[in-house]
């Protein structure tokens, strides 16, 4: 009956005292067990029947607290080591008789060194050789079941910079040579233990052991910076290659993926430094928050959620109304009021700005017309609306305009759209394509926060801008800052001698409002007239101001 199973098997007993002894077996069995390092001459004096694991599945099975009767274990060491899996079956007992059952073995080598050699590819980047994201992981979560006061871990991500350039440029097989290139250079600046990865396209990820803590990690990044300071040899070409490397210190039991995670967020701010940066719980919190904010704005968005406040805009000579600056407000349920200078940076980042951009304009001329409606007249008013760099490159600005004119029933000259200096820095020639636009909707265009950014004269000599807004910043430091006055007479001589208005923001006292009538300033808006105000509030207090 063995001699017809095509598996090594053999039939097994247990005697009154305890001992195990094989009754039958059949070739492949024999074949088996020869080949395996059992070394005795009879298989019933072998150690594995008296005592380990085996002896240990054979007595519990036949004493019946074992009615599984499974086991896989290993035979033999490295290279020659054989993997097996035990099953154990019972047999029918005749009276008086020992117990019995059929033991049988299946080599599981080939299918065991198969698992590890696909285990070890999914481990392997194929490109590098390195370990890959996977394998990284694994290791992170090894070293910190070693973490101790005496040695601490960190985590290195190295991002290399402008590689999707050179990739599109030169070619997918001129990129995966300096990704080897670089991951060579990588292992130069590794000490003994370190451990590389290549964890993404051109990312590269680097455990390294501390003794003296964040300085150990910092000067692992001085040395990975040092490497690739030699220019890489592409073809005919040398490129300078310079990354960004983000440090994240291990604590104790931390999920490795938290740790990675930390590291990458370390990068982005090593990107906008120009240096390794180490990450640090409170930046990544405010991350958090900005991402709380995207969303809850989103939904704000959605709701309807946000008003419009607006901050009167006083004639300095006759001390009149002459318009209003719209100003974006949100008052969240649960946080209470969140400030412009917090969420309006968070709409530019994640594209609501264009959102964002149209209800504020559309708003803004609905609620000029419903004045008009108020007073039964067209008042000597207009609106400012402000205008984001992102809006100016991504939407059809004009067309937004144009489209609450019409639906408001306004025309263009009562409404002005603010710009930074920033929009028109960064595609001119798409600013002025856009101002021009607006110039033939009879739209007034100011430049806002005129002398923070880096605006050439020659673009205030070529676009069309009606309006330049002086800074706060200038403003309110007239009054003790000799070199804000300066500052300030320039922008009103640059002003008059280009034919341009001008705006002063910031003005709290009523002496900054006196000196800057009294230097030709057109304009201004600050506390000192008013806070922006709801839009019933703002009709009533043009009334006030009314003929003064």
Known sequence: MLGALPI???????????????????????????ASTCSA???????????????????????????????EFQDGE?????????????????????????????DRTVEVQSERTLRAEMLRDSL????????????????????????????????????????????????????????????????????????????????VSLRRGVEDALKAAERIQQVMTTPFRLSDLEIRIECA?????????????????????????????????????KEASLARRRFSIE??????????????????????????????????????????EISPTEFIPVAEES??????????????TQTLASWDRAAGEKLPLYVAVNLSAIQVARDDVAGVVAGALKSSGLTGDRLTLELTESSIVQDPGRATRVFEALKALDCTVSMDDFGTGYSSLAFLQR??????????????????????????????????????????EGIETVELATTLAALGCASGQGFYYAKPLEPAAALDYWRSRKGR
């Open 8 to 34: 090594a098997a053999a039939v097994v007993t247990q005697h009154d005292d305890g001992s195990i002894h094989v009754l039958a077996h059949n070739s492949r069995f024999r074949e088996t067990v020869s």
């Open 41 to 71: 001459l009879e298989w019933d004096q072998a150690d594995c029947l008296k005592d380990g694991p085996i002896a240990e599945l054979l007595t519990n099975f036949f004493a019946g607290t074992d009615t599984v009767g499974e086991l």
């Open 78 to 106: 490295g290279v020659a080591a054989h993997y097996f899996r035990m099953k154990l079956a019972p047999l029918p007992r005749a009276h008086g008789a020992s117990p019995r059952c059929l033991l049988s073995l299946v």
């Open 128 to 207: 590098t050789g390195l370990p890959n994201r996977l394998a990284f992981t694994e290791a992170i979560e090894k070293a910190g079941e070693k973490v101790s006061r005496d040695l601490e871990h960190a985590v290195l991500v190295v991002d290399m910079l402008r590689f999707s350039r050179i990739n599109e440029s030169m070619g997918g097989l001129a990129g995966d040579e300096l990704l080897i290139t670089f991951a060579r250079r990588l292992i130069l600046a590794l000490r003994g233990g370190d451990i590389l990865a290549r964890t993404g396209g051109n990312e590269f990820g680097v455990l």
């Open 245 to 281: 490397i983000g440090v994240a210190l291990m604590d104790a039991r931390q999920d490795p993926e938290e740790l990675f995670r930390n590291a990458q967020f370390a990068v982005k701010q090593a990107k906008q430094v120009g240096k390794p940066q180490v990450y640090e719980p």
């Open 295 to 336: 969303t809850e704005l989103r939904r704000a968005l959605e709701k309807d959620q946000l008003k419009l406040f607006y901050q009167p805009l006083i004639d300095l000579k006759s001390g009149e109304v002459a318009g209003f600056e719209a100003l974006a407000r949100w008052t969240h349920e649960e946080r209470g």
């Open 351 to 364: 594209g609501l700005i264009l959102t964002l951009g149209r209800w504020a304009m559309d708003r803004a």
């Open 463 to 504: 676009l069309p801008i009606d309006v330049l807004k002086i800074d706060r910043s200038f403003v309110s430091g007239m009054m003790v800052d000799p070199d804000s006055v300066a500052i300030v007479r320039a922008v009103l001589s640059l002003a008059e001698a280009l034919g341009m208005s001008t705006t002063a």
